[in-house]
C-alpha cells in the first residue's frame, strides 16, 4: 500500500487559525460588526420565519431552507445560520476570507460550504436559493444594479432577500466615515466612500429594477450612551436594512 505524504502545513494552518480568532475576537479589530450581530440576526432571522412561516422557538426553524450569505467574511452570519438548520454556501470575493471562515466552522462543528466567488459567477452557474443574505456589501460594489440583478437571479420565485447597507447624508458621513474610521479607528482609513452609501428610496428603486418586491425597511441604530444597537422602524438615517421578495 502506497502512503501518501500530507502536503498540508501546519504552520500555514496555524495561521489561518490565528486569523479566526482575530476575525471571531469580540474586543478585535471586528468589534463594530459584533457589536451591529445581535440586532442584525434578530431582523434577519424574523424576517426569514415571517416569510417561510416558520417557528422561531423550534431548535432548528430553517431545516429546508437553502441560504446564500453574501460577503461573508469571517463567517458571522453563517455560522448561526446554519446553527438553525439552513443549508448554509457562504461566499466571498475576498479569497483570504475563506479559509479563516472554514477553520472556525471546523472548530465550531459546524457543516457550511463555503466558496471564493462572486454573486455573478453563482447565478451564471445556475444556483438557487431560498434566501440570499446581502449585508453591507451594496456600498462597495462598482454597478450596484448589475450586482442586485445577479442577487435577484440567484433567488428561487417567492424567495426573500435580506440587504442592509448605509444611507448617504451628512449624519452618516459624520458617523460612518469621520466617526467610525478617525475618531473611534474602529475600521481602516477608507474602508467605505460616503459617495458610494445610498438612501433608501434609491435602495428600493434598485430593488424594483432588478426585479424585486421591496417588502419593509428597518435602521439599525447606535447608542453611545449605552453602547449597543438597536432596531428602528423610523431612524434609518446611517445604517439601514431593507427586505424584499422574488415574485412567484
Same mark, same amino acid.
Given at each position: 500500500m502506497?502512503?501518501?505524504?500530507?502536503?498540508?502545513d501546519? @504552520?500555514?494552518i496555524?495561521?489561518f487559525? /490565528?486569523?479566526?480568532?482575530?476575525?471571531?475576537?469580540? +474586543?478585535g479589530?471586528f468589534?463594530p460588526?459584533?457589536?451591529l !450581530? =445581535?440586532?442584525r %440576526?434578530?431582523?434577519i *432571522?424574523g424576517?426569514? @420565519? #415571517?416569510?417561510?412561516d416558520r417557528? %422561531?422557538t423550534?431548535?432548528t426553524?430553517f +431545516?429546508g %431552507?437553502?441560504?446564500?450569505d453574501?460577503?461573508c467574511?469571517?463567517?458571522?452570519?453563517?455560522?448561526?445560520m446554519a446553527?438553525?438548520?439552513?443549508?448554509?454556501?457562504g +461566499?466571498?470575493? +475576498?479569497e483570504?476570507n475563506?479559509p479563516?471562515a472554514?477553520?472556525? #466552522?471546523?472548530q465550531a462543528?459546524?457543516?457550511?460550504d463555503?466558496?471564493?466567488t *462572486?454573486?455573478?459567477a453563482?447565478?451564471d452557474a445556475?444556483e438557487q436559493f431560498?434566501?440570499?443574505?446581502n449585508?453591507?456589501?451594496?456600498?462597495?460594489?462598482?454597478d450596484? %444594479?448589475s450586482?442586485? &440583478?445577479? *442577487?435577484?437571479?440567484?433567488?428561487?420565485?417567492?424567495?426573500?432577500?435580506?440587504c442592509? &447597507?448605509? !444611507?448617504r !447624508?451628512?449624519?452618516s458621513y459624520a458617523?460612518?466615515?469621520?466617526g467610525?474610521?478617525?475618531?473611534?479607528r474602529?475600521?481602516?482609513?477608507?474602508?467605505?466612500e460616503?459617495?458610494?452609501?445610498i438612501?433608501?428610496?434609491?435602495?428600493?428603486?434598485?430593488l424594483?429594477? /432588478?426585479?424585486?418586491d421591496?417588502?419593509?425597511?428597518?435602521?439599525f441604530v447606535?447608542n453611545?450612551?449605552l453602547?449597543?444597537?438597536s432596531v428602528? @422602524?423610523?431612524d434609518?438615517?446611517? !445604517?439601514y436594512?431593507t @427586505?424584499?421578495?422574488? =415574485?412567484?
Amino acid at each position: 500500500m502506497q502512503v501518501y505524504q500530507s502536503t498540508v502545513d501546519p @504552520a500555514e494552518i496555524a495561521k489561518f487559525e /490565528a486569523m479566526a480568532a482575530e476575525w471571531w475576537d469580540p +474586543a478585535g479589530k471586528f468589534k463594530p460588526l459584533h457589536m451591529l !450581530n =445581535p440586532c442584525r %440576526l434578530d431582523y434577519i *432571522t424574523g424576517q426569514i @420565519a #415571517a416569510e417561510f412561516d416558520r417557528d %422561531l422557538t423550534d431548535s432548528t426553524p430553517f +431545516a429546508g %431552507l437553502r441560504l446564500l450569505d453574501i460577503g461573508c467574511g469571517g463567517g458571522l452570519l453563517s455560522e448561526p445560520m446554519a446553527r438553525l438548520g439552513a443549508d448554509v454556501v457562504g +461566499a466571498d470575493a +475576498a479569497e483570504g476570507n475563506i479559509p479563516v471562515a472554514q477553520v472556525h #466552522a471546523e472548530q465550531a462543528g459546524l457543516s457550511i460550504d463555503y466558496r471564493h466567488t *462572486t454573486a455573478e459567477a453563482l447565478a451564471d452557474a445556475g444556483e438557487q436559493f431560498d434566501v440570499v443574505l446581502n449585508m453591507e456589501v451594496v456600498e462597495h460594489v462598482a454597478d450596484p %444594479l448589475s450586482y442586485l &440583478t445577479a *442577487t435577484q437571479r440567484l433567488l428561487r420565485p417567492g424567495g426573500l432577500q435580506i440587504c442592509s &447597507t448605509l !444611507n448617504r !447624508n451628512p449624519k452618516s458621513y459624520a458617523m460612518a466615515i469621520f466617526g467610525a474610521e478617525v475618531v473611534m479607528r474602529w475600521l481602516p482609513r477608507g474602508t467605505h466612500e460616503w459617495s458610494k452609501f445610498i438612501t433608501p428610496g434609491e435602495l428600493f428603486d434598485l430593488l424594483r429594477q /432588478a426585479g424585486l418586491d421591496p417588502v419593509d425597511r428597518k435602521g439599525f441604530v447606535f447608542n453611545p450612551l449605552l453602547w449597543s444597537w438597536s432596531v428602528s @422602524a423610523s431612524d434609518l438615517s446611517v !445604517n439601514y436594512v431593507t @427586505a424584499s421578495v422574488k =415574485p412567484g
